[in-house]
């Protein structure tokens, strides 16, 4: 059974950090990319990053490149979303997705969800 379980949300102040995992399992990590994205009340889900273990391929969306930082562990089939600077707009539910042939930043291109974590940053 194919899982990802997302971790590391929670409140944390304008201008702090937090650092989020998706663990997953019931797949051959390094044949996905691995993906996160958000989703905040009323809006469309966004694509913040993503990246392919197996060729060292990474890529952050404009709107957090230098702010948020996406890395994984193999060994441990975990994928992690480093977030810096964190501002008010950026509250939403955070969530990791994988996808066997995609590539990017599109809902589309994953077929595996993780349940989300909750991400609120207070002014």
């Known amino acids: 059974e194919v899982q990802l379980q997302a971790s590391g949300g929670g409140l944390v102040q304008t201008g702090g950090s937090l650092r989020l995992s998706c663990a997953t399992s019931?797949?051959?990590?390094?044949?996905?990319?691995i993906a996160w994205f958000r989703q905040a009340p009323g809006k469309e889900r966004e694509g913040l990053a993503c990246?392919?273990?197996?060729?060292?391929?990474?890529y952050h969306a404009d709107s957090v490149k230098g702010r948020f930082t996406i890395s994984s562990d193999n060994a441990k089939n975990t994928v992690y979303l480093e977030m810096s600077s964190l501002k008010p707009e950026d509250t939403a539910v955070y969530y990791c997705?994988?996808?066997?042939?995609?590539?990017?930043?599109?809902?589309?291109?994953?077929?595996?969800w993780g349940q989300g974590t909750q991400v609120t940053v207070s002014s």
């Open positions: 019931g797949f051959t990590f390094l044949d996905y990319a």
């Open positions: 990246i392919a273990s197996s060729s060292d391929s990474i």
């Open positions: 997705a994988a996808g066997l042939t995609g590539w990017g930043l599109q809902v589309s291109e994953y077929e595996y």
